[in-house]
């Protein structure tokens, strides 16, 4: 994955940030403690990931949350 994934969907992103991590899948394991076998399921788009997973790679790859530079959809808006 070399390019920015053009999807808005989370998950691709998240995919998308770890390759371009760097970050081995054995070393997210370490310090992460989620199962390889279950990592390289969600890398394969074949699994996902609980909010605890998700909060510890974000957390080992100091990754943040941040809104879009686009308005929210109308159904969003309050």
């Known amino acids: 994955m070399d390019k920015k994934p053009g999807s808005d969907r ?3 992103q998240l995919r ?3 390759e371009r991590s760097g ?6 394991w370490q310090q992460t403690g989620i199962d390889q076998a279950a990592l390289s ?7 996902g990931l609980s909010m605890e997973s998700i909060d510890s790679l974000a957390s080992a790859l100091r990754l943040r949350l941040a809104a879009a530079d686009r308005p929210a959809p109308p ?4």
């Open 10 to 12: 989370l998950s691709d």
């Open 16 to 18: 998308w940030m770890i």
């Open 23 to 28: 970050v081995s899948r054995y070393q997210l």
């Open 41 to 47: 399921r969600f890398m394969a788009g074949k699994g």
């Open 75 to 78: 159904a969003l808006r309050r």
